[in-house]
């Protein structure tokens, strides 16, 4: 099964950064706000139905594992959809690495203003050769030969991306963008927020990570991912208190020359997108991790061809080099990294 929940979890993701993109005005300075409102709504949702459903659940299978030495959880593959054994008390422990998460998100989806999405991707699905460079340095993760080629691949990549998006002729750039509805003007915050994703998103990495090793808290990763849900709703509490209270601005309206229904339909499928791919993520973690990792990491290879055919987004041959070295790395990453 890992293989169909694997496809359905690189669609769903692939997905998310597609309407993100498209729910993004680029004149709207809270437009990631919004985003990441319809996300925390969404998952906090699918929360909510894991709490209730799983108060009716039979039992929790088990099998005995010979690397633990004791009896382990052997969910049903349904069941890792929607089952959940969080207490409140999860919320807590996992808010600091859930928050790092979510505000990385948030910063992503502010980078969309800036930036061709064919970029940005595989820039922030980049994270984790830092999450795993850190953990080799902390001793819980090892470097062999292949994981350090990809390591090297992926920084060369945002390297090279960096450069030519940077030194590319502001006429050729327009050009290029002609068939898009985003106009994008040269700034080094447009590389630099997406690599800013990719640093905070490594470190919810090495946190999640170092719960495991640690041993810290006495939690699943069903209870985890919930904990992560609720998260996303305080966020979207967050979002709409900023921009209604704050900036005293209408909430789902994005300004003239805009299709506020398009846009609220995007925002409201980019939710469910990513929710959907974090589902089913979850359920190839308890399938074959191993197996379905791999293929779950090239998803930001199908993001750049949804930007390509939806969006219109056209990149220069050079920006295509770095992006396969980007590619490839990550691939190389799924394949052999044990993080």
């Known amino acids: ?152 691949l992926i920084t060369f990549g945002i390297i090279a991306l960096g450069v030519v998006e940077y030194r590319e002729d502001d006429n050729a750039k327009l050009l290029r963008q002609d068939r898009s509805n985003f106009k994008y003007t040269k700034s080094l915050i447009a590389i630099l927020i997406p690599v800013i994703y990719l640093v905070m998103d490594a470190l919810g990495t090495v946190g999640d990570q170092m719960i495991s090793e640690l041993e810290l808290f006495d939690m699943s990763e069903f209870a985890s991912n919930t904990a992560f849900e609720f998260t996303s709703v305080l966020f979207a509490v967050i979002a709409i208190a900023w921009v209604k209270l704050v900036k005293k601005e209408k909430f789902f309206t994005f300004g003239d020359g805009y299709n506020t229904k398009a846009i609220r339909k995007s925002l409201l499928f980019g939710g469910i997108c990513e ?29 750049v061809l949804w930007s390509r055919i939806f969006l219109k987004e056209k990149l220069s041959w050079k920006h295509y080099i770095a992006i396969f070295a980007t590619f490839a790395g990550i691939i190389l990453l799924g394949i052999f990294s044990d993080i």
Not at 13 to 20: E, N, R
Not at 93 to 122: D, F, N, Q, T
Not at 142 to 149: M, Q, S
Request: aromatic share 14%.
């Open 1 to 152: 099964m890992y293989f169909i929940f694997a496809a359905i979890a690189l669609l769903c993701w692939s997905g998310s950064d597609l309407f993100s993109k498209m729910g993004t005005a680029q004149k709207d300075k809270n437009s990631h706000w919004k985003v990441i409102f319809a996300v925390g709504v969404i998952m906090g949702l699918h929360a909510v139905l894991c709490l209730i459903v799983s108060a009716f659940l039979p039992e929790m299978p088990q099998i005995w594992s010979e690397e633990e030495g004791a009896m382990v959880d052997n969910p049903e593959w349904w069941r890792t959809l929607i089952y959940t054994d969080f207490k409140f008390t999860d919320f807590i422990k996992y808010l600091p690495v859930a928050a790092i998460y979510l505000a990385a998100m948030v910063i992503g989806y502010a980078g969309l203003r800036y930036i061709e999405l064919s970029v940005s991707s595989p820039i922030c699905n980049s994270s984790g050769s830092l999450a795993l460079l850190i953990c080799v340095i902390l001793g819980w993760a090892k470097l062999d030969v292949w994981t350090g080629v990809g390591v090297i």
């Open 275 to 303: 929710t959907v791919g974090q589902m089913f993520y979850m359920a190839v973690m308890f399938s074959d991790f191993s197996a379905g990792m791999p293929m779950i990491s090239a998803y930001c290879v199908v993001s």
